[in-house]
């Protein structure tokens, strides 16, 4: 929908590259959380294939991030392995996702990047890369038990009145 384009462009404050869908609506109706297809129309790799728009999301998360989170969340999904392997299987329907997206394009990068987990991240990657990428998972694949828990930690997830104007 070229509405939802338009929103999301006003949202992040330019274009965005590799917009394919609305992924999450907040209770606002508006776009909160966005799906990219594997290449931007160029054929530039976009490693992320969740991404949050929600004006109010993103600060949340940021705030979470300049607060330890990334150092802290990191800890927690190598010390529970409950959470470690959510992780895993996160990052492995991640790959599955995105090689299906792309179908048969490899992009500039031959397929390498069709391999990243979430957030773009790479198999076995230690530590965390981007907690919004995370939440972005969890909004998009409810069932992801770390982004979950890391979109728990936000004062809320939404806010009172509509932050997209």
Same mark, same amino acid.
């Given at each position: 929908?070229?509405?939802?384009?338009?929103?999301?462009?006003?949202?992040?404050?330019?274009?965005?590259?590799?917009?394919?869908?609305?992924?999450?609506?907040?209770?606002?109706?508006?776009?909160?959380?966005?799906?990219?297809?594997?290449?931007?129309?160029?054929?530039?790799?976009?490693?992320?294939?969740?991404?949050?728009?929600?004006?109010? %999301?993103? &600060?949340?998360?940021?705030?979470?991030? =300049?607060?330890? !989170?990334? *150092?802290?969340?990191? /800890?927690?999904?190598? +010390?529970?392995?409950?959470?470690?392997?959510?992780?895993?299987?996160?990052?492995?329907?991640?790959?599955?996702?995105?090689?299906?997206?792309?179908?048969?394009?490899?992009?500039?990068?031959?397929?390498?990047?069709?391999?990243?987990?979430?957030?773009?991240?790479?198999?076995?990657?230690?530590?965390?890369?981007? %907690?919004? &990428?995370?939440?972005?998972?969890?909004? =998009?694949?409810? !069932?992801? *038990?770390?982004?979950? /828990?890391?979109?728990? +930690?936000?004062?809320?997830?939404?806010?009172?009145?509509?932050?997209?104007?």
């Amino acid at each position: 929908m070229d509405t939802d384009r338009a929103t999301v462009a006003r949202q992040i404050g330019r274009e965005p590259r590799a917009f394919r869908r609305v992924a999450v609506r907040c209770p606002f109706g508006k776009p909160a959380v966005t799906e990219q297809s594997p290449y931007d129309p160029t054929g530039e790799p976009f490693p992320t294939t969740y991404y949050v728009t929600c004006r109010h %999301l993103v &600060a949340a998360i940021s705030r979470l991030e =300049a607060a330890g !989170g990334v *150092e802290r969340w990191t /800890r927690a999904q190598e +010390e529970d392995a409950e959470l470690g392997e959510s992780r895993s299987r996160a990052d492995e329907e991640s790959r599955r996702i995105r090689k299906q997206l792309a179908g048969d394009a490899r992009g500039a990068d031959d397929g390498a990047s069709l391999e990243l987990g979430v957030g773009g991240q790479r198999p076995a990657a230690g530590s965390l890369k981007c %907690l919004h &990428a995370h939440v972005a998972f969890a909004l =998009a694949h409810p !069932g992801y *038990e770390l982004g979950e /828990r890391i979109a728990a +930690e936000l004062p809320r997830l939404w806010p009172d009145a509509c932050c997209t104007s």
